[in-house]
């Protein structure tokens, strides 16, 4: 079993099905599913994804994507990590070291997120994580 981080990308494509990389990341899911992968998030890509859903899809998928993550919390399938002062100054840290790139918060925090929790892989489409030195799947 590996820790997998999880990107807003992804869960908007998992969840979306006119998004054009929903076939592929649902695939992917279904493998981390059973492996039996350990998934984590923040709760900062939580907001983002489902404000993206609301604004995109409406307000049918974005309800249903919280019964989801409530669900996946509750069973333990998902862990969403919630930030405190100290995460978001490394995630500022993070920022400040990778001038030349225009990274989000969200992603700073998502990479102190996925170091912290030592995440093998991020699961998701926003290349910025390979350049910060993970995994990207699919």
């Known amino acids: 079993m590996r820790i997998v981080y999880v990107d807003t990308g992804a869960l908007i494509a998992l969840i979306w099905r006119r998004d054009r ?6 695939e992917h899911y279904a493998r981390l599913r059973d492996a039996r992968d350990a998934l984590l998030t923040s709760s900062l890509v939580i907001a983002e994804t489902a404000t993206r859903l609301r604004y995109d899809a409406g307000l049918r998928p974005a309800l249903a994507f919280r019964e989801l993550v409530e669900q996946a919390e509750n069973t333990g399938r998902l862990n969403v990590r919630r ?7 490394r995630a ?8 030349d790139r225009a990274l989000s918060f969200t992603d700073c925090v998502g990479a102190v997120t996925a170091r912290d929790g ?13 350049l910060l030195g993970f995994a990207l799947e699919p």
């Open 118 to 130: 030592s995440a093998e892989a991020v699961f998701g489409l926003d290349t910025d994580f390979a």
């Open 92 to 99: 500022w840290d993070v920022m400040e070291r990778h001038h």
């Open 83 to 89: 930030p405190d002062a100290d995460l978001e100054s």
């Open 21 to 26: 990389q929903h076939e592929r990341v649902r």
